[in-house]
C-alpha cells in the first residue's frame, strides 16, 4: 500500500493526512535508542540546565518540559513530541511508621489508540506503597518516570526527589544515559555508529552494531602524543656493580613533577611507574653516574613487571677516570600496558668494581612517559 510522504499538496482531496502517519514520519527526526519498534522514538526529556522536578514542602513543582513520548501501543502508533508547562502537585503525606516512594510521570491519552475516551498529555503524581523496605509503584499505562520522591517515617518535610527521566535526543544527536541498562543492545533500537554519553563514566561512547560500546572520549581518556608523566630522582642511589639488566638497580623516584594519570607513588614501590588506562606507552630516561676508574661500562636497563624484554637494554663504554659524571641516555622504549597490573621500572648498571652512586643536579636520572595509543 503506497504512502503519503511529507508534505505533499492535496489536489482533489488527496492526500490525506492521519494522526498516525504524520508522527510515523515525524519520527525519522527523533533517536530511536531505547526501542526496537521502528517506527518508535526514544521516550524522553529533552536535554536542559537545572531539574525538571523541585520540591518546595509541600510543594512538587513540574518545571516547564519539552519531550518525546512513545507509548509502543501498536507498531504503528508512532511517538508523540510534547510541550507542557509549569505546574505542581501536592506532596501525600508521609506514612506514620513507613519510608515511601512516589513517582511523577509524563502520561498520554489518546482516545483513538487506548480508548480513554481523553486526548491530552499531563504529569501524574503516583503514590507507592510504604514498607520497611519501599519499592516504586507500576508505571501507569503510556507514561514514563521523571522523578522518584522519597517520603520517610512520618516526615513529609523531609521528602527528597530524585530526577532520573531518560533523555531524548533528535535523530543521530549525542543520547545521554545515567547507566549502560539505559541503552543496551540491537534490539533495542541501537545502531553501529551511534554515540552515547555515558554519565556514569563521563565518557563518550560509539556502539559497534554488535554488542560493544567503546569508549572513544572523556575522562581518563588520552590522545596519543600525550605527556603523561616525568618523574626524577633528586638523592643519590647507589647502584650495584653488575652489567646484567636483570640484577641492576631500579631507581626509586622520589619526585614527580608531572603526573596526569595518578600512576606513581613514592609509597612501597617508588620505582614503578603502573598506567592506570590500558594502552602503548613510550618511555624517554637518561641516568647520570658519578665517574670512576674501574671498569667501563655503564648503562641502563628497562623493566616490564619486573623482567627484562628484547631491546631493553642501553651499554656505553666510557672513560674512566675520578672525578664528574657521565650522562646515560636509555633506549626509547613504546610498550603495551594493560592500564591495571602492568608497570614499568629503569635500573642503572655498571662494572666499576664497586657500587657507584648516581648523580644529583643536572646529570640526576630522569624519566617521561608519553601515551601513544590504545592497544
Given at each position: 500500500m503506497p504512502a503519503d510522504p511529507l508534505w505533499i499538496a492535496a489536489s482533489g482531496g488527496a492526500p490525506e493526512y492521519n494522526p498516525q502517519?504524520?508522527?510515523?514520519?515525524?519520527?525519522?527526526?527523533?533517536?530511536?535508542?531505547?526501542?526496537?519498534?521502528?517506527?518508535?522514538?526514544?521516550?524522553?526529556?529533552?536535554?536542559a540546565s537545572g531539574n525538571a522536578v523541585t520540591f518546595s514542602n509541600p510543594t512538587i513543582t513540574v518545571n516547564n518540559l519539552k519531550g518525546v513520548i512513545h507509548t509502543g501501543i501498536t507498531s504503528l502508533t508512532g511517538p508523540y513530541v510534547f510541550q507542557l508547562p509549569s505546574h505542581t502537585h501536592a506532596i501525600v503525606a508521609a506514612h506514620a511508621s513507613l519510608p515511601r516512594k512516589d513517582l511523577i510521570v509524563v502520561r498520554v491519552w489518546d482516545d483513538d489508540e487506548d480508548s480513554s475516551g481523553l486526548r491530552q498529555l499531563d504529569t501524574e503524581y503516583v503514590t507507592g506503597t510504604a514498607a520497611a523496605s519501599p519499592a516504586e509503584p507500576s508505571l501507569p499505562s503510556n507514561s514514563f518516570r521523571i522523578a522518584t520522591i522519597d517520603v520517610p517515617a512520618n516526615n513529609t518535610a523531609g521528602a527528597t526527589v530524585t530526577n532520573n527521566y531518560p533523555i531524548a535526543v533528535a535523530a543521530g544527536g549525542v543520547e545521554v544515559v545515567r547507566t549502560d541498562s539505559e541503552l543496551t543492545g540491537t534490539a533495542s533500537g541501537v545502531y553501529d555508529g551511534m554515540l552515547r554519553w555515558n554519565q556514569a563514566t563521563d565518557a563518550l561512547e560509539v556502539h559497534d552494531g554488535a554488542s560493544t560500546w567503546e569508549t572513544i572520549a572523556g575522562a581518563g581518556i588520552l590522545a596519543p602524543g600525550t605527556v603523561v608523566a616525568v618523574l626524577r630522582r633528586s638523592t643519590a642511589v647507589s647502584l650495584t656493580n653488575t652489567t646484567s639488566g636483570a640484577s641492576s638497580t631500579a631507581i626509586p623516584w622520589n619526585i614527580e613533577d608531572l603526573d596526569r594519570l595518578d600512576c606513581w607513588s613514592s609509597g612501597s614501590n617508588p620505582t614503578r611507574y603502573q598506567p592506570n588506562v590500558a594502552g602503548w606507552y613510550t618511555f624517554e630516561a637518561s641516568i647520570g653516574m658519578e665517574l670512576a676508574t674501574g671498569g667501563s661500562v655503564r648503562g641502563t636497563a628497562w623493566r616490564k613487571n619486573g623482567a627484562a624484554f628484547d631491546g631493553n637494554l642501553s651499554r656505553y663504554a666510557v672513560s674512566t677516570w675520578a672525578s664528574g659524571f657521565v650522562v646515560i641516555p636509555a633506549?626509547?622504549?613504546?610498550?603495551?600496558?594493560?592500564?591495571s597490573t602492568d608497570y614499568m621500572e629503569l635500573a642503572g648498571l655498571q662494572d666499576s668494581g664497586a657500587a657507584l652512586n648516581t648523580e644529583t643536579g643536572a646529570g640526576a636520572p630522569r624519566m617521561s612517559v608519553t601515551y601513544a595509543g590504545p592497544l
Open positions: 502517519e504524520l508522527r510515523r514520519a515525524q519520527a525519522a527526526y527523533l533517536s530511536q535508542g531505547g526501542t526496537g519498534t521502528r517506527f518508535g522514538a526514544r521516550s524522553g526529556l529533552h536535554p633506549q626509547t622504549v613504546t610498550v603495551n600496558l594493560n592500564g
